[in-house]
């Protein structure tokens, strides 16, 4: 890893880290009124979910954003699995934004004012893929032949 590719990610590791920490951070300390609203939430564009309990639904969530945003943060993460892991669950974000009734205006993706706070996890998809097409992308330094 480079100098120069290190400085280029951290404004992406940092900025999605931080922010998908803390949102775990904020789950793992939810009331059990915030679990019931998340996991009807959750369930009524997964169905899987619904077979989990509400409480045990949201650690599994806050652990899950923790781990990533930790990953993000922590440099010695290689960006390829922290970006894997950013746009594995930013896609389940985006997905639930999609199958969710409301959160989109009628025969398109724009957000109603309802779907505005999920709608924004699209970013956070966007990041991810570029750290991953970055990783593969970029040359190693190889040594100088002498």
Do not use: C
Not at 45 to 50: G, I, R, W
Not at 60 to 66: D, F, Q, R, S
């Amino acid at each position: 890893m480079t100098v120069a590719s290190t400085l280029r990610r951290l404004p992406l590791r940092t900025s999605a880290g931080a922010f998908i920490l803390d949102s775990g951070l904020q789950k793992w300390r939810a009331d059990e009124q915030t679990a019931g609203a998340l996991h009807g939430m959750a369930g009524g564009s997964y169905p899987m979910v619904k077979k989990v309990d509400p409480p045990l639904f949201l650690r599994g969530l806050a652990l899950t954003e923790i781990s990533v945003g930790a990953a993000l943060l922590l440099p010695v993460v290689p960006t390829l699995l922290a970006g894997a892991a950013l746009t594995a669950f930013s896609a389940g974000l985006v997905g639930l934004y999609l199958r969710t009734p409301g959160l989109r205006e009628e025969g398109s993706v724009r957000p109603t004012q309802q779907g505005l706070a999920i709608a924004k996890d699209v970013w956070l998809l966007g990041i991810g893929t570029g750290l991953v097409l970055d990783a593969l992308t970029s040359r190693r330094q190889r040594p100088a032949a002498g």
